[in-house]
């Protein structure tokens, strides 16, 4: 078995082996033999290597029926003991040798490090079992394939092309044993360009599922795998083989759309192919061979910014886009009106999913603002019915201000036009929702959309017409008369709200139609020209309308507009300031006091049948107005054009004189020819006349005039009122300082129209043959009044002819007694139940809200008389003598215009009475409340403002006065401004009192009737008794409203009214 070693023949019997020891021969032990066979293989491996076959054989023989596996193993190990097919010898431990298998189609590759045994050494069982105790196993497919995974990891040794090829075909050959979990991405490919990359970097070229190179063409950064990978490969496996090296490496034969591991960013190749293959082939190719699902962010955003064809033929990016579908198509508004939004697509159903890169399938904003878009090209007008209809969607679809601006950016808006050509299409701040008819230059969107407000005002902001529109068409010089008057109509509606001082610019341009009557012609001239005037009084423009050029404005409008005009620095254009006079009298002037007083005692009447706008300026004027008789006189007014006096026609016989006071107010100056001043004349017809003219009464109604100066009878002045249709309404106003006096009266003529209200209108009544009066007069009058209080719903007074009672209401009703501990305020509801009480408890009741009438009415022989007490020098019993003798006697005595010592006093002791009364009431009150001059006469300092304020003003912070006139009601939180007038008399409660007309108004601006308490409260204090010892005081609290009810009553006469409370 070795050289050294030499076996005896085995034919001796095992009995002569004892005797043979004794010749010298040795017994071999088993740990000597493998020692030897040891030192033979590691030392002389060469030597061990060149024996035969037969000798091996009988080596492994021995080895394995002698030795146990372990045993074996312990000493050959290390040894290279297993021959390979190489020719080499090697030991398991080192490398890793595998027997081969002929079931195995493909020979373990080269390059890797596995090895297998010597086929002819394997086929010897002895020896193979020997192989087998040294470790070498049989051949496995899944270990080779780590170790071909191992070796692409490590990529150690010597490679070559063939190598890479042989792995990867052997993987595929064990594809059925490989472990599916086995990660493939290890394994490196060589590319046609004989460089090392991974299979996610390549692409294989199928033609059965995409010709790359339809796509890739002169793009050199795509790569192909080398060309030995598909030698050898069966056109029956040709499949197989590309199936396997798609799914396992990431081979693709589709363009990669986006990175792996940057699912964000689209792949260079894909951006190759979406910047040089035609839209319609980069669609179909994303249509055709991609799913979507897992797509999102700038990729889908990239994509849908990709340009494609659409219907119209042009280009636009995806997201812009629509699909053709029925549904969309339907909505457009005429024939190919959206193709240049619908993509062109012949089979739209297939492209549905490509709604994720932003090509639309629903109607949006967008879709209808396309729609607009291509109602502008067309050259006809769009139909009316689906223009607004597609407003409507826009409306609903709009949702931030992007989209509002769109409107701002382009021309989206159709205004038709006037004649039949088409219309003109606006941007929105170039358009007016709502604009007058004297805007040439802007046609108001609400006449044409007037359904649509909701989205022209509200959505896209568009404003009404203001100032500056105005102004730039008055800029244009517009030259119709009746488009300039309509145009300062809205100059001065909107400068009422919204003053501008750069309004002066105007008066420069040609924009003031003038006329003249002895002048046929009409011009428009500037303002700044000096030949024309502003008939700012209608009797001024009758006295120059032949001589100077008049503003051809009616007088209203004039009226309404003088401070425009004064804001456009033409007050000196009025007549009534560029007017002036020269008197020629014939005899001396003599002040008629009798005709005054007449006209005095007539004005609140004249006031109720003159139009509303000049009720103030009359009031003034009649306040001022003087009567003088002469025995001629002629009037000449003239105005100065340049230094040429230009005249008017003259004035003669009963003559009207208007001049300003030193306090700036007008006054009347009335001359009268003495034979017209006969009581059988007066008043004479031309003093009527000349009131008409002067103040714009109906030319029909100076009869009216006539007889209101005539009639002294309170009842037959209200029948001739009732009969000719002037019915008082009385609209509330807001509270009003001390020094804003008077407020209009409204008053309503029936049968006028409201644009011909004075001149113009026409009435059934007349005095010369009135009608049969209703046999009530309130019915007639509430029914007239009926519009106004369900338009006002809010505090209307009532007004009856005869008298009655129509109900009382408790609430308001206050009970005032005595100062110090009687002086108290009782319950309202006992207060509103006392009517049937002793006559001491009536007396001191306070009128609250149970008033029934008011009657305005005149008294005979009554005369002026301004203080605020009633106290008679000739007296009589108040048991004796009834309301009306005592109001005749109170009134006889007012011939006398001075204030007599005797009411002073009477003053003083009323208002001092009510001074300690409001201190007992609040202690911080002191004598700031009290605002009448007659404090200074209580030893205090001079009020000055004594016109504008009343007798007090109290400031109630603590509301301590407020809880005793409105006991149990709700009171504001801020405080209340109670302004007290005390009426003292020395009579009883009944006597009546002097009231004047500012009063009157200050009543009637203050009053709230049921509404809610409010921060001013107008209250006259009625104080009787006075010099009796047991002086009383007498609360009416909002006195306009016991007017209404008929708990106080007015009769009015010249000047002030005679005021008496009345009590059931």
């Given at each position: ?11 001796y ?9 004794l ?11 493998l ?8 030392k ?11 000798w ?15 045993e ?32 195995v ?8 490090d ?50 890479f ?7 595929f050959?064990?594809?059925r044993?490989l ?9 490196w ?6 460089k ?54 990431d ?15 689209i ?15 980069v ?12 797509l999102?962010?700038?990729?889908c955003k990239?994509?849908?910014n ?7 033929g ?19 508004p ?6 240049s ?39 006809s ?31 989206l ?38 359904n ?37 109509a809205?100059?001065?509606e ?12 105007l008066?420069?341009?040609?924009i ?7 002048r ?30 008049l503003?051809?404005?009616?007088l ?20 009534s300031?560029a ?13 008629c ?15 109720r049948i ?7 300026l ?12 002469v025995k ?29 006071t ?21 008043p004479?017809?031309q ?7 002067l ?8 009869l ?21 249709g ?5 609209v ?7 020094d804003?006096?008077l ?40 029914e ?10 809010s ?16 609430n ?11 002086f ?14 002793t ?7 306070c ?6 009438q ?13 203080v ?17 003798a005592?109001?005749?006697d109170?009134?006889?005595e ?7 010592e ?16 409001l ?12 605002t ?16 504008e ?20 009601k ?35 601006n ?37 007017i209404y ?20």
């Amino acid at each position: 078995m070795f050289d050294d070693y030499k076996p005896v023949s085995s034919g001796y019997p095992t009995s002569t082996h004892s005797k043979l020891k004794l010749l010298g021969v040795q017994t071999e032990t088993r740990e000597k033999f493998l020692e030897k066979l040891k030192n033979v293989v590691t030392k002389n491996g060469s030597v061990f290597g060149e024996k035969p076959e037969e000798w091996h054989k009988r080596l492994a023989y021995i080895l394995t029926t002698e030795f146990a596996q372990h045993e074996i193993a312990r000493v050959l190990r290390y040894a290279k003991a297993v021959p390979l097919t190489n020719k080499e010898w090697a030991s398991p431990d080192h490398k890793t040798i595998f027997f081969e298998r002929s079931d195995v189609a493909v020979a373990i590759p080269e390059g890797l490090d596995i090895f297998t045994v010597d086929p002819v050494a394997a086929k010897d069982q002895a020896r193979r079992t020997l192989f087998q105790y040294l470790g070498v196993k049989e051949c496995n497919v899944q270990q080779i394939c780590e170790a071909i995974l191992s070796k692409h990891e490590s990529l150690e040794g010597t490679r070559t092309i063939d190598h890479f090829v042989q792995h990867v075909k052997f993987l595929f050959s064990s594809r059925r044993t490989l472990d599916r979990n086995v990660n493939s991405s290890r394994i490196w490919f060589v590319d046609s360009q004989r460089k090392l990359v991974r299979g996610s970097e390549l692409y294989l070229d199928d033609p059965n599922i995409l010709s790359l190179k339809d796509y890739f063409q002169d793009y050199q950064e795509v790569r192909y795998p080398h060309d030995l990978y598909f030698d050898s490969i069966e056109d029956t496996q040709k499949k197989d083989w590309f199936d396997w090296l798609r799914e396992r490496f990431d081979i693709q034969s589709v363009p990669r759309l986006v990175k792996k591991g940057y699912p964000h960013s689209i792949t260079p190749e894909f951006k190759h192919i979406m910047n040089t293959c035609p839209p319609q082939k980069v669609l179909d190719l994303l249509k055709d061979k991609y799913s979507f699902e897992d797509l999102y962010g700038s990729v889908c955003k990239e994509i849908g910014n990709l340009l494609v064809i659409c219907k119209d033929g042009n280009k636009r990016p995806l997201n812009s886009t629509y699909l053709p579908i029925q549904k969309l198509m339907r909505k457009v508004p005429f024939r190919k009106a959206l193709d240049s939004s619908f993509i062109d697509v012949s089979k739209p159903a297939e492209w549905c999913s490509f709604t994720k890169f932003g090509l639309k399938m629903e109607d949006d904003f967008n879709f209808y603002l396309n729609c607009l878009r291509s109602l502008t090209t067309r050259q006809s007008a769009p139909p009316h019915e689906q223009l607004s209809q597609i407003y409507q969607e826009i409306k609903s679809q709009i949702s931030d201000q992007k989209e509002k601006e769109k409107f701002l950016e382009e021309a989206l808006i159709y205004l038709p036009s006037s004649t039949k050509e088409a219309g003109t299409w606006f941007k929105s701040n170039q358009c007016l929702w709502q604009a007058p008819t004297c805007l040439r230059r802007a046609q108001p969107l609400n006449k044409i959309y007037k359904n649509l407000k909701g989205f022209f005002k509200d959505t896209l902001r568009i404003r009404n017409a203001n100032l500056q529109d105005i102004i730039q068409e008055l800029k244009t010089h517009p030259t119709n008369p009746t488009q300039i008057q309509e145009l300062f109509a809205e100059l001065n509606e909107h400068f009422k709200k919204e003053p501008d001082e750069n309004l002066q610019s105007l008066k420069n341009l040609p924009i003031f139609p003038i006329r003249s009557i002895t002048r046929s012609e009409s011009k428009i001239v500037s303002g700044t020209d000096s030949k024309w005037f502003i008939g700012d009084r209608n009797f001024l423009r009758t006295v120059f309308e032949k001589s100077v050029y008049l503003l051809d404005f009616p007088l209203e409008t004039i009226l309404e507009m003088l401070n425009l005009f004064k804001a456009l620095d033409l007050e000196q254009k009025f007549l009534s300031i560029a007017m002036k006079t020269s008197m020629k009298f014939v005899g001396v002037p003599t002040k008629c006091e009798i005709c005054k007083e007449i006209i005095e005692g007539a004005t609140p009447n004249i006031l109720r049948i003159m139009p509303a706008d000049q009720r103030e300026l009359a009031f003034q004027q009649l306040s001022n107005v003087n009567v003088f008789a002469v025995k001629d006189v002629v009037l000449e007014r003239y105005v100065m054009i340049g230094k040429m006096p230009i005249k008017g026609t003259p004035s003669s016989g009963v003559v009207f004189d208007v001049k300003k006071t030193g306090k700036g107010e007008e006054e009347l100056n009335i001359y009268i020819p003495l034979e017209d001043l006969q009581p059988d004349r007066f008043p004479p017809y031309q003093l009527c006349e000349e009131f008409q003219k002067l103040f714009r009464i109906n030319a029909k109604h100076r009869l009216v005039i006539d007889m209101l100066l005539r009639t002294k009878d309170p009842l037959r002045i209200e029948q001739i009122l009732d009969q000719n249709g002037f019915i008082q309404t009385l609209v509330p106003v807001k509270s009003k300082s001390p020094d804003d006096l008077l407020q209009d009266t409204e008053f309503e003529e029936p049968s006028f129209q409201s644009n011909q209200k004075h001149q113009n209108a026409t009435d059934d009544l007349s005095v010369s043959s009135p009608p049969p009066r209703p046999s009530s007069t309130k019915k007639a009058l509430d029914e007239s009044r009926n519009g106004d209080q369900v338009k006002n719903q809010s505090f209307q007074p009532k007004v009856s002819s005869s008298g009655k009672s129509h109900g009382v209401e408790s609430n308001g009703r206050l009970d005032v007694g005595h100062i110090g501990e009687n002086f108290t305020v009782s319950d309202p509801k006992r207060a509103a139940n006392s009517h049937g009480s002793t006559a001491a408890s009536i007396e001191t009741e306070c009128v609250g809200e149970g008033v029934r009438q008011v009657r305005m009415t005149m008294e005979n022989s009554v005369h002026r008389n301004d203080v605020n007490s009633s106290s008679t020098k000739k007296k009589s019993s108040p048991q004796n003598t009834s309301a009306a003798a005592r109001l005749s006697d109170f009134v006889a005595e007012q011939k006398d215009p001075e204030q007599t010592e005797e009411d002073t006093k009477t003053g003083i002791q009323g208002e001092t009475y009510m001074f300690e009364f409001l201190k007992s009431v609040d202690k911080s009150f002191n004598y700031l409340i009290w605002t009448s001059n007659l404090r200074e006469k209580a030893g205090f300092a001079p009020f000055m403002n004594d016109a504008e304020f009343a007798d007090f003003t109290v400031v109630d912070k603590k509301k301590q006065l407020a809880r005793r006139l409105f006991k149990g009601k709700e009171l504001p939180s801020e405080p209340i401004t109670f302004h007290i007038e005390v009426k003292a008399t020395t009579g009883p409660l009944k006597s009546p009192f002097f009231m004047s007309y500012p009063q009157s108004l200050k009543a009637r601006n203050y009053t709230f009737g049921d509404n809610l308490i409010p921060l001013n409260v107008y209250v006259i204090a009625r104080v009787f008794n006075v010099f009796s010892g047991t002086p009383k005081c007498h609360f009416i609290v909002d006195p306009w409203k016991e007017i209404y009810h008929g708990a106080l009553t007015l009769q009015p006469f010249s000047g002030p009214f005679v005021a008496t409370v009345k009590l059931e």
